[in-house]
């Protein structure tokens, strides 16, 4: 054990001995630090060995000895030492503060990883304190020495408040001298904190003087922060710590307050700025100063929003002006008895009411601004100005008649409404008495004047009286039931029948929003009104109107329908207007006005699904959806008998009545959808299976087209269902719905019968009775492909959607459907097209159902698993030079190719891309305009790999671009062409001059877009080298 202490006793001198004679400077600490910290030695031996060279006469041993402790010292944050340890470094440390220049910084190293990582007693806090204020003179010392000065003292007022506040004043007035004079912002951030907590705990009054002159000497605060600056201190952290710490005291008051003002009068407009925001941060703390010079205050301000020319300086004022304000409504009274707060507003008033009565109305923005700033500050502030500066702006409004200048007046009205319904809506104003009494003594003048511009025939002072008029009536109990009717009158008045586009539009939301703001007294009083309107056939005549479309009437009662209490008059209205069309003759006005009824319904019914969540908003839907379903079912009860065309038995009506009912049920919640599966089920399945209804099967494919149409409807809500709902009530119909998709006559109902077989095979579980259903009817159906070719192509409708639901859930089956549906590329052409198709509708996500919002089973990576295993039978069957039907394997390759995900795509890029590029040469349009947009996006996505297949590529999107039939496809590869003079350089611009003369061709283009797109592609190859 003598031995082992021995050889550390050397290790510690050998270590000590290499970092003072300067051989070594990083491992001697690390090695003593290492041994610390494993116990071998502890820190009295560190010390003792290092006595001789902290005795020595030599100032640089001294030096790097002391260096040698305070570094090693930093290598231990997690190691604690005793109390008696602590105290013997801060004596020594303390004491070596009266060294030389050269030893002091290691020292104040030492005292600052002291501070930092060991807990200090308030003696040793003291200690350290009065050592550092009475043996150094901070501002002499290097920039690094006097950061760790102010961070020795920052940690004391932050972790040692007590211990400061028992030295008092004698550390505020070392603190002081400390600082005074820095100019380092690293070290100016330091200080602005620690000034704050000086201000707040510790007792300043005898050195408020001293200390705001050291801090404002900074004031504004210049500071451009150098390129690249590794502390990324901005000028705002500087202004925004010098800021708080000017307003963290009322005895900065009296010396701050005449600053501001000096600076203010200064031609750098971030000087004013900072002033201006200074004196706001600062209202509240200077009150009392600020309240005895008032007048100066309000004059700088007043001068500076009159003659500055920067935005920036005038928001500040304005920041100022609001601040001001909010504070002086704190104090009740003033010295003289008066109200500080109205002694301002006053002040204000006298020199901006001069200015509404000016001829030219050039100030009137500004000032209006600062008044509307004034009455944001303070709700008493507000009823003094509103009731003053309204009155001034009716009176305006009817002696300038200038339109440009009406609008103007308007605007600045339009404003003071606004801040007005802050007020009305503030219960807990400082405002004694009624809040709203200038407003309900001026609301008559001012709805008769915003009225009256309604109907001016300049369509920019209209729609800024219809802004106004919102704004008036966002004022809650300052209308009176007649006076929102007669805005509702005319602002309907303005959505149907403004010439401009954009004030109907403006008007249409004015509507919504007064239905919206007054329910009761729209449904009882206007609503009426609005539904007479639409009981037009076609077009109607309103007064001071020329025609107008039903249609926009039928948009004006979706806006106004936003409400549950008006929703539930609107929607049983129309359901009884839809009754009255389909009793009426057949024609194709009454189909469109049915089809717009339907989309008013749908709209509505979308908008109220969030609304739908309490039990009496969703009453009146129960009622509505039967008797919707009813209107449709009702006209097919006739049997074979059904010949006339009918409203309700139009497949576009179906097809509007399909999209409302799956409005209903993906949009809304639980309890409405348990309505709609209720209602569905009574309304189908109950009449499907009554006696008395024989003639009513819409499931049988036998039965006529307008029953089995109704399945359409049946899809709308079942393919929504969740598994549960799916399992208990549809599963044992499969075979029915089959049947109806291969053998009906009537093309939407085999594709809904489609899609409702397929919503439901997805969301079976799956067994092996799913499994062996399943089996079954894809046996049968690939039967029925031996027939004509108009069963085959329902047949192939069906093993689409039933492939897509199996791919999705990554069925096994799916693969094999897949397979057989790629089989049938070899058929005619028209089942090889819509086989082809079929992949994309597989790929693509359909808007209707199978989808997350219609509770489908959809696995992640489907499309990437259908990729790897259809690819490689793609491009087989396209290598196979006996193949006479590759068009379809491209059709199909395309539409893999721009479905998958571009990671999966990219890597198997460069051997699809060849076969992608020879599709262009197909005369087909459709693969033609599928495969450009797919090489459109791949310029893009891949650019490395198209610019190799540029000399290809390019000769082709030029011939298509010259002689392809469609104009959408000579558009597409116009754009593509364009897209390829983004690819680099070196690749594309041997080809400049053969695309801009080919292109020359295009410019003469019998088709407008086509003409526009050739410029913008020639445009671009042209400059190709340019700069």
Same mark, same amino acid.
């Given at each position: 054990?003598y031995?082992?202490?021995?050889?550390h006793?050397e290790?510690?001198s050998?270590c000590c001995?290499?970092?003072v004679?300067g051989?070594?400077?990083?491992?001697?600490v690390?090695?003593l630090a290492?041994g610390?910290?494993?116990?071998q030695?502890?820190?009295h031996?560190?010390?003792?060995a290092?006595?001789p060279?902290?005795t020595?006469?030599e100032?640089a041993k001294?030096?790097?000895?002391t260096r040698?402790?305070?570094?090693v010292?930093?290598?231990l944050?997690g190691?604690h030492l005793?109390?008696?340890?602590v105290?013997?470094?801060?004596?020594f440390?303390?004491d070596r503060?009266?060294?030389?220049v050269s030893?002091?910084?290691?020292?104040l190293?030492?005292l600052e990883?002291?501070?930092?990582?060991?807990?200090m007693?308030d003696?040793?806090?003291v200690?350290?304190s009065?050592a550092?204020?009475?043996?150094?003179?901070?501002?002499?010392l290097?920039?690094?020495d006097r950061k760790?000065v102010?961070?020795?003292?920052?940690?004391?007022?932050v972790?040692?408040m007590?211990a400061v506040?028992s030295?008092?004043?004698d550390?505020?007035?070392g603190?002081?001298?400390?600082?005074?004079?820095?100019?380092d912002p690293?070290?100016?951030?330091?200080?602005?904190?620690?000034?704050?907590?000086?201000?707040?705990?510790?007792?300043i009054?005898n050195f408020?003087e001293?200390?705001?002159?050291?801090?404002?000497c900074?004031?504004?605060?210049?500071f451009?922060?150098?390129?690249?600056?590794?502390h990324?201190i901005?000028?705002d952290?500087?202004?925004?710590?010098?800021r708080s710490?000017?307003?963290?005291?009322?005895?900065f008051?009296?010396?701050?307050?005449p600053?501001l003002?000096?600076?203010?009068?200064?031609?750098?407009?971030?000087?004013?700025i900072?002033?201006?925001l200074?004196?706001?941060?600062?209202?509240?703390?200077y009150?009392?100063?600020?309240?005895?010079?008032?007048?100066?205050?309000?004059a700088?301000?007043r001068n500076?929003?009159y003659?500055?020319?920067s935005?920036?300086v005038?928001?500040?004022?304005?920041v100022?002006?609001?601040?001001?304000?909010r504070s002086?409504?704190?104090?009740t009274k003033?010295?003289?008895?008066?109200?500080s707060?109205l002694q301002?507003?006053?002040?204000?008033?006298?020199d901006?009411?001069?200015?509404?009565?000016s001829?030219d109305?050039k100030?009137l923005?500004p000032t209006?601004q600062?008044?509307?700033?004034?009455a944001?500050?303070s709700?008493?502030a507000?009823?003094?100005?509103v009731?003053?500066?309204?009155?001034?702006?009716v009176?305006?409004?009817n002696?300038h008649?200038?339109?440009?200048?009406?609008?103007?007046?308007?605007t600045?009205l339009?404003?003071?409404?606004k801040?007005?319904?802050c007020l009305?809506?503030d219960?807990t104003?400082d405002?004694p008495?009624?809040t709203?009494?200038?407003?309900m003594?001026?609301?008559?003048?001012?709805?008769?004047l915003?009225?009256?511009?309604?109907?001016?025939?300049?369509?920019?002072?209209r729609a800024?009286?219809?802004?106004?008029l919102?704004?008036?009536?966002a004022?809650?109990?300052?209308?009176?039931?007649?006076q929102?009717i007669?805005?509702s009158d005319?602002?309907?008045?303005?959505a149907l029948?403004d010439?401009?586009e954009m004030?109907?539009?403006?008007?249409?939301?004015?509507?919504g929003f007064?239905s919206e703001?007054?329910?009761v007294i729209?449904?009882?009083?206007?609503?009426?009104?609005?539904l007479d309107?639409i009981?037009?056939?076609?077009q109607m005549?309103?007064?001071?109107?020329?025609d107008?479309?039903?249609k926009?009437?039928?948009?004006?009662l979706c806006?106004?329908?936003?409400?549950h209490?008006i929703?539930?008059?609107?929607?049983?209205?129309?359901?009884?207007?839809l009754?009255t069309?389909?009793?009426?003759p057949?024609n194709t006005?009454t189909?469109?006005t049915?089809i717009?009824?339907m989309?008013?319904?749908?709209?509505i019914?979308e908008?109220?699904?969030?609304?739908c969540?309490?039990?009496?908003?969703?009453?009146?839907f129960?009622?509505?959806l039967s008797?919707?379903?009813?209107?449709? %079912?009702?006209p097919? =009860?006739?049997? /074979?008998s059904?010949? @006339?065309?009918? !409203?309700?038995?139009?497949?576009?009506? $179906?097809? *509007?009545?399909?999209?409302?009912?799956?409005?209903?049920?993906q949009?809304?919640s639980?309890?409405m959808k348990?309505?709609?599966?209720?209602?569905?089920?009574?309304?189908?399945?109950t009449?499907?299976?009554?006696?008395d209804?024989?003639?009513?099967?819409?499931?049988?494919f036998r039965?006529?087209?307008?029953?089995?149409q109704l399945?359409?409807?049946?899809?709308a809500?079942?393919?929504?269902?969740?598994v549960?709902?799916?399992?208990?009530y549809?599963?044992?119909?499969?075979?029915?719905f089959?049947?109806?998709?291969c053998?009906?006559h009537h093309?939407?109902t085999?594709v809904?019968?489609?899609?409702?077989?397929?919503s %439901?095979?997805?969301? =079976?579980?799956? /067994?092996?009775?799913? @499994?062996h259903c !399943?089996?079954?009817?894809?046996?049968? $159906?690939? *039967?029925?492909?031996?027939?004509d070719e108009?069963v085959?192509?329902?047949?192939v409708?069906?093993w689409i959607w039933?492939?897509k639901?199996?791919?999705?859930?990554?069925?096994?089956?799916g693969?094999?459907?897949?397979?057989?549906?790629l089989?049938?590329?070899t058929?005619?052409?028209?089942?090889?097209?819509?086989?082809s198709?079929?992949?994309?509708?597989?790929?693509?996500?359909?808007p209707?159902l199978?989808n997350?919002?219609?509770h489908?089973?959809?696995?992640?990576?489907?499309k990437?698993q259908?990729?790897?295993?259809?690819?490689?039978?793609?491009?087989e069957?396209l290598?196979?030079?006996?193949?006479?039907h590759?068009?379809?394997y491209?059709?199909?390759l395309?539409?893999?190719?721009?479905?998958v995900p571009?990671?999966v795509?990219?890597?198997?890029?460069?051997?699809?891309l060849?076969?992608?590029?020879?599709?262009?040469?197909?005369?087909?349009d459709g693969?033609?305009?599928?495969?450009?947009?797919?090489i459109y996006a791949?310029l893009?996505?891949?650019?490395?790999?198209?610019a190799t297949?540029?000399p290809?590529?390019?000769?082709k999107?030029?011939?298509l671009?010259q002689?392809?039939?469609?104009?959408?496809?000579?558009i597409?590869s116009l754009?593509?062409?364009?897209?390829l003079?983004?690819l680099p350089?070196h690749?594309?611009?041997?080809?400049?001059?053969e695309?801009?003369?080919s292109?020359e061709?295009?410019?003469?283009?019998k088709?407008?877009?086509?003409r526009?797109?050739?410029?913008?592609?020639?445009s671009?190859?042209?400059?190709?080298?340019?700069?």
């Open positions: 054990a031995l082992h202490m021995e050889f006793v290790e510690i050998k001995q290499e970092f004679i051989r070594s400077d990083k491992e001697p690390r090695t290492r610390i910290r494993a116990g030695y502890d820190l031996k560190l010390v003792v290092l006595g060279y902290l020595s006469l100032e001294r030096a790097r000895s040698l402790l305070s570094e010292l930093g290598q944050p190691y005793t109390d008696g340890e105290q013997h470094l801060i004596t440390y303390c503060l009266k060294d030389k030893v002091i910084p290691h020292v190293f030492g990883v002291l501070v930092t990582y060991q807990s007693s003696g040793q806090v200690q350290v009065q550092v204020f009475k043996e150094l003179y901070v501002q002499s290097p920039v690094m760790m102010f961070t020795v003292l920052s940690s004391f007022l972790d040692h007590e506040k030295i008092g004043g550390f505020v007035f603190y002081i001298q400390a600082i005074d004079g820095e100019k690293r070290n100016l951030l330091i200080i602005f904190k620690s000034s704050l907590l000086v201000i707040h705990h510790l007792p009054d408020a001293d200390l705001f002159e050291v801090s404002a900074y004031f504004p605060i210049d451009t922060p150098p390129a690249n600056d590794p990324h901005t000028r952290d500087l202004v925004n710590s010098l710490v000017l307003c963290a005291t009322h005895l008051a009296e010396s701050c307050l600053l003002m000096e600076k203010l009068s200064s031609d750098v407009h971030s000087a004013k900072d002033s201006l200074t004196l706001a941060a600062g209202s509240e703390v009150r009392r100063v600020i309240l005895e010079h008032l007048e100066q205050v309000w700088t301000i500076e929003v003659q500055s020319v935005e920036a005038e928001e500040a004022c304005h100022a002006v609001r601040s001001i304000t002086l409504s704190l104090v003033n010295v003289d008895g008066k109200s707060l301002w507003v006053e002040l204000i008033l006298r901006c009411q001069r200015h509404f009565s001829p109305l100030l923005p209006s600062l008044l509307y700033c004034v944001e500050g709700g008493a507000c009823h003094h100005i009731g003053v500066v309204l009155p001034l702006l009176e305006l409004c002696v008649h200038q339109v440009n200048e009406k609008r103007m007046i308007i600045v339009l404003s003071f409404l801040v007005s319904q009305v809506a219960t104003s405002t008495g009624d709203s009494t200038p407003l003594r001026l609301k008559d003048d001012m709805l008769t915003l009225l009256s511009s309604v109907s001016d025939s300049h369509s920019s002072l800024v009286a219809v802004t106004g919102v704004g008036l009536l004022l809650n109990g300052i209308l009176s039931t007649e929102v007669l805005c005319h602002m309907i008045q303005l029948c010439m401009e004030l109907r539009k403006e008007g249409s939301l004015a509507v007064i703001q007054y329910p729209f449904k009882d009083k206007v609503l009426s009104t609005l309107k009981r037009s056939a076609d005549e309103l007064e001071d109107c020329g107008v479309d039903q926009r009437v039928l948009r004006l806006v106004v329908s936003g409400h209490k929703a539930s008059v609107t929607l049983p209205w129309l359901l009884q207007y009754q069309l389909s009793s009426s057949f006005d189909l469109e049915a717009g009824v989309e008013c319904a749908r709209s019914v908008h109220l699904s969030v609304l969540d309490d039990d009496n908003d969703i009453e009146y129960k009622p509505f008797d919707m379903l009813n209107l449709f %079912i009702e097919t =009860l006739n049997g /074979d059904i010949v @006339e065309p009918q !409203v309700m038995t139009n497949s576009s009506m $179906v097809t *509007s009545c399909a999209t409302l009912l799956r409005a209903c049920i949009g809304v639980s309890k348990t309505v709609v599966i209720k209602v569905t089920k009574r309304t189908f399945w009449l499907i299976a009554s006696p209804t024989t003639s009513f099967n819409p499931l049988d039965c006529p087209w307008q029953q089995t399945v359409t409807l049946l899809t809500t079942t393919s929504s269902f969740e549960s709902n799916v399992v208990r549809f599963s044992q119909h499969l075979t029915t089959r049947n109806l998709a053998h009906t093309q939407l085999c809904n019968a489609a899609k409702l077989y397929s %439901i095979v997805n969301k =079976l579980p799956a /067994d092996d009775d799913m @499994e !399943v089996i079954l009817d894809m046996d049968y $159906v690939w *039967s029925c492909m031996s027939e108009a085959q192509i329902r047949a409708t069906w039933t492939t639901a199996l791919v999705i859930r990554s069925h096994p089956l693969k094999t459907a897949t397979g057989k549906l089989s049938l590329f058929s005619s052409e028209s089942v090889a097209r819509v086989a198709d079929g992949i994309y509708v597989i790929l693509n996500e359909a209707d199978l997350s919002k219609s489908a089973i959809v696995k992640l990576m489907y990437q259908f990729f790897i295993e259809t690819v490689p039978l793609l491009v069957q290598n196979n030079p006996h193949n006479a590759k068009q379809y491209l059709r199909a395309s539409h893999v190719m721009q479905a571009k990671q795509l990219l890597g198997e890029l460069p051997s699809l060849p076969l992608l590029i020879a599709s262009l040469q197909c005369p087909d693969l033609q305009l599928s495969t450009l947009d797919g791949l893009f996505d891949a650019p490395d790999v198209m297949h540029v290809t590529i390019i000769p999107l030029l011939q671009a002689h392809a039939i469609t104009m959408k496809v000579r597409a754009q593509c062409i364009g897209a003079s983004g350089l690749q594309v611009l041997p080809y400049k001059n695309v801009v003369q292109l061709q295009c410019l003469d283009d088709k407008r877009l086509v526009k797109e050739a410029v913008k592609g020639r671009s190859w042209f400059l190709l080298g340019a700069v």
